[in-house]
């Protein structure tokens, strides 16, 4: 009988990309956790991975979602990082450890992506300000402590396969790291998810979050939108100055 598998193919892809993302699925098989699809094949070209039938998304699985997420974050390190880089689409992370999350996100996220904004002239001088700003206060700007998480990295909702088995599944996992858990919540917001408030619900129930955590959301979307702004161009260098402008009228 012949196995239906899913195969993710990416040409000229660069070294280690596929390692990455099966060892950020081996990370996220977290006993309480969200499922993720087994590994089948690791080549340099391409990741074999077992088929997760489609389904709908569902309110219970939504919540059955969070609550299962926030037993995913629980698994943190002890610094901020991880053991290897990652990717996030096709560009590379530095995930090289930190001892506390705001050096971690202005130095490994925000300073080499807003670099390459600025060289390929994709943001203006006044949101890069506003970016290097943040960057500036981010000890004041980050809310209070947090244990590092072991997340996702990528959660926008494309990066969460709602199955027929009534579940909601982890995909995309090369991004994985040991990080802040609002940033995946803050993902989760940036495009919108299928019921979105019994997911945050559920999990501020499981895993109470900090007081001041919604005011943080645009402080965590600074770094997808700069993302998007030097792989898309159009006006994300805009967004991820505006975010920027927000996170500080927030503190």
Known sequence: MNERVFVKTQPNAPPGFFAAEARGLDLLRVDGGPPVPTVIAVEPDRLVLEWIEPGVSTPAAARDFGRALAVVHRAGGATFGGERCGYIATMRQDNTRA???????????????????????????ADRTAIDTVMTDLVDLAGPRESPALIHGDLWSGNVHWAADGRAWLIDAASVHDGHRETDLAMLQLFGAPHLDDILAAYDEAHPLADGWRARVALHQVFPLLVHAVLFGGGYGGRAGDAARRAMTAR
């Open 99 to 125: 001892v506390d999350w705001p050096q971690f996100y202005a130095e490994r996220r925000l300073r080499p992506l807003l670099r390459q904004a600025v060289d390929a002239d994709v943001i203006s001088p």
